[in-house]
């Protein structure tokens, strides 16, 4: 009998486990990651920048396929460490750091998410999309797409155009529509509003505001304003209509077929309606604050609909945009619990007290071997050397007495006290282990590190010769 089924891509053993799957997984990963590894060096050989689309692009999909299903066992110990195992050495080669380094560390410094708690995230997300996510939604609907099934076949499809109105010139030359409707949407003091205006000439005959729940964003609101619009219209006993709105995203769904946004497919239904009608409606994208009388007026609408509003909103299913940001502010908080209680990383974190933040600002650090090496300690510094048995004195040339570490290199050694002297009347802070975080966050990042590379690679240089 077989002992196992594969099924969609997906691995089941006899005992309904999928530790098989994670094992294959974890194999299939790491067949990349030494390919990667050939053609990537501490001291050369592809970027981290390179690295990094590799991983965002193969080998984290590899690992997360159908992590929807078999989430729950990536909580399992032996599964974890499997997974840690995996990416350690990617993220290390991903920020050229030794092979020596920690997760906690190179996964700080690769600026990558670990992948259990990235699988949680997936799986996370694929739930609320399906609507069962009870925990993270609460008492908010998902808005969910609508079925391809269901669209219209190619046939009966409405073609729509876009024209562009750039001013007021534009759009008094274009009148060759009745009836003009200018729709807005704003998300103002945390809360959304759209709002329809309706034109018969240069009098304003009719409008609507409309309320969205807080977590709603901009573009549903637009989407909403343009939907409304369309339900006027099929209302309306006129013949020619013009749909006037600021936000070309929405437009966009509109017009494109494969958009299967609820709130597009609704406004496509209307229109086919209103050709069916025998009315004409032509979309427009307008230039926003260009001083165009209808689109100020429906911003302006959109706003007071958002601030005033006190009813039920009118719009109220939640984006996926939230619930992606919600599931990531949850792994996100987790990770920097483990980061923070580690017992490794303890160089990493006077550079970067905060996984959190650390995330946000790593990528303009730009990360190399020598701001590696600084930012680990893992490199060509006496303790570290002797550490691993490659230098038999771990002490700086400054005193026997002290280990040559990097905070000792940068903050303390007499040897550099000119350098420092230097950087602290430049940057007006003294150079102390509590500042540092503060210094790389802030817009004297580069100095400072320029400053650490002088350090570091002076002191890489003297061990060089002495070893
Ligand atoms: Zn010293």
């Given at each position: ?46 970027n ?13 999909p ?6 929807s ?9 032996g599964?974890i ?8 050495g ?22 990558i ?17 399906k ?5 993270l ?7 969910r797409?609508a ?12 073609d729509l ?49 409309l309320?969205l ?46 958009c299967?946004h609820?709130?597009?497919v ?11 009608q ?42 996926v ?5 919600h599931?990531?502010m ?14 490794t ?50 002490s ?6 002290t ?38 966050k802030?817009?004297n ?19 060089k010769?002495t070893?």
């Open positions: 009998m077989a002992k196992e089924i594969k099924l969609l891509g997906v691995t089941i053993d006899d005992r309904l486990t999928f530790n098989t799957h994670i094992k294959n997984v974890c194999r299939k990963a790491i067949a990349v990651h030494q390919q990667l590894c050939r053609a990537a060096k501490v001291s050369w050989g592809l981290p920048e390179v690295i990094k689309i590799i991983y965002v692009a193969v080998i984290e590899i690992v997360l396929y159908a992590a299903v078999w989430a729950p066992a990536a909580s399992k110990l599964i460490k499997q997974l840690r195992v995996l990416q350690r990617i993220a290390q080669k991903m920020c050229k750091a030794y092979r020596t380094v920690s997760l906690n560390s190179a996964l700080l410094l690769a600026g998410l670990p992948l259990d708690l990235r699988i949680r995230e997936v799986a996370l997300l694929y739930e609320a999309k609507g069962v996510a009870q925990e939604l609460g008492d908010r609907e998902m808005e797409m079925s391809a099934l269901d669209s219209p076949h190619p046939a009966a499809r409405v155009e876009i024209g562009r109105v750039m001013d007021q010139e534009q759009i008094d030359a274009s009148a060759n529509s009745e009836i003009k409707i200018y729709t807005d949407g704003s998300k103002i003091e945390g809360r959304v509003g759209a709002a329809v205006s309706i034109w018969i000439g240069n009098t304003e005959t009719r409008t609507l505001k309320a729940a807080n977590f709603c964003t901009v573009y549903q609101a637009e989407l909403l304003a343009i939907c409304r619009a369309t339900k006027e219209i099929r209302r309306s006993t006129a013949e020619s209509f013009g749909i006037y709105s600021d936000s070309m995203a929405a437009l966009q769904t509109v017009k494109n077929h494969g299967l609820p709130l597009a609704e406004t496509r239904d209307n229109l086919k309606a209103i050709s069916r025998a009315k004409i409606v032509n979309l427009y994208w307008i230039k926003a604050h260009a001083g165009i009388e209808g689109n100020e007026r429906a911003d302006a609408l959109a706003k007071e609909a958002a601030i005033n509003s006190k009813k039920k909103p009118d719009y109220d299913l939640c984006p945009s939230f619930v992606k940001r599931a990531r949850v792994t996100l908080d987790e990770w920097n619990h483990r980061y923070n209680t580690g017992q990383a303890s160089i990493t974190k006077m550079f970067f007290p905060d996984a959190v933040a650390a995330y946000r600002t790593i990528r303009k650090v730009g990360m190399n071997a020598i701001r590696t090496q600084i930012m680990t300690g893992h490199g060509g510094f006496s303790e570290y050397l002797n550490r691993f048995k490659c230098k038999e004195n771990p700086c040339i400054c005193d026997p007495n280990l040559e570490t990097v905070p000792h290199i940068l903050l303390d050694c007499p040897i550099f006290a000119q350098e420092r002297y230097t950087i602290e009347c430049e940057l007006d802070t003294r150079i102390q282990k509590d500042k540092i975080g503060e210094i790389i802030g817009r990042r580069i100095k400072f590190l320029e400053y650490c590379e002088n350090l570091a690679n002076k002191t890489i240089k003297r061990n010769n070893v």
